[in-house]
T-cell receptor, first 112, second 113 residues
Framework: GQSLEQPSEVTAVEGAIVQINCTYQTSGFYGLSWYQQHDGGAPTFLSYNALDGLEETGRFSSFLSRSDSYGYLLLQELQMKDSASYFCAVRDLAAAGNKLTFGGGTRVLVKP | EAQVTQNPRYLITVTGKKLTVTCSQNMNHEYMSWYRQDPGLGLRQIYYSMNVEVTDKGDVPEGYKVSRKEKRNFPLILESPSPNQTSLYFC????????????FGPGTRLTVL
């Protein structure tokens, strides 16, 4: 089966940098996705890493190390609107179709 | 506008009363999926469908049914709801090629009394 571990909560101030780590165990790893979910909202896609290295999209970056079964999401220049839950999700080659297995989520609280 | 819609958004029902939550997408996606979200447990897959008439169980399928008669629709059926099915439900869709990017509906908050 698959399992993903990520911290449950992180608190930071506006303008700061936050790193959300995700470690995974899976039988047939294909890639790591990150999703953002605001309270009361639906998850929305942020980024995807299939290969080792850093992917940058504006203030957010995502990193993957396949050999360490580890990835992280980096939130820079934090803004109040970044207060949300962030989920890592593994796409598993061994599973049928496009199955994503999600971590439990990290709640990020941004303070003024 | 590309979107996934779900109805109803909120539902309070009683144990044993059959209900259906509808899901529709307008992006011509082959893959559709249902998740339930409970505090601290993330999103857990209930059922998925890789195309019309092709469905399969996810991680927590007990007590649920689905059907995929048309490509755009993927309803979730609870034949005899129980209180442990009180949860937030999300429908999602994606193309087969870009399966890492799933598009989620707005969610249905279900309470079973």
């Amino acid at each position: 089966g698959q399992s993903l571990e990520q911290p449950s909560e992180v608190t930071a101030v506006e303008g700061a940098i936050v790193q959300i780590n995700c470690t995974y165990q899976t039988s047939g790893f294909y890639g790591l996705s990150w999703y953002q979910q605001h309270d009361g909202g639906a998850p929305t896609f942020l980024s995807y890493n299939a290969l080792d290295g850093l992917e940058e999209t504006g203030r957010f970056s995502s990193f993957l190390s396949r050999s360490d079964s580890y990835g992280y999401l980096l939130l820079q220049e934090l803004q109040m609107k970044d207060s949300a839950s962030y989920f890592c999700a593994v796409r598993d080659l061994a599973a049928a179709g496009n199955k994503l297995t999600f971590g439990g989520g990290t709640r990020v609280l941004v303070k003024p | 506008e590309a979107q996934v819609t779900q109805n109803p958004r909120y539902l309070i029902t009683v144990t044993g009363k059959k209900l259906t939550v509808t899901c529709s997408q307008n992006m011509n996606h082959e893959y559709m999926s249902w998740y339930r979200q409970d505090p601290g447990l993330g999103l857990r897959q209930i059922y998925y469908s890789m195309n019309v008439e092709v469905t399969d169980k996810g991680d927590v399928p007990e007590g649920y049914k689905v059907s995929r008669k048309e490509k755009r629709n993927f309803p979730l059926i609870l034949e005899s709801p129980s209180p442990n099915q009180t949860s937030l439900y999300f429908c999602a869709s994606s193309s087969t090629i870009q399966g890492y990017e799933q598009f989620f509906g707005p969610g249905t908050r279900l309470t079973v009394l």
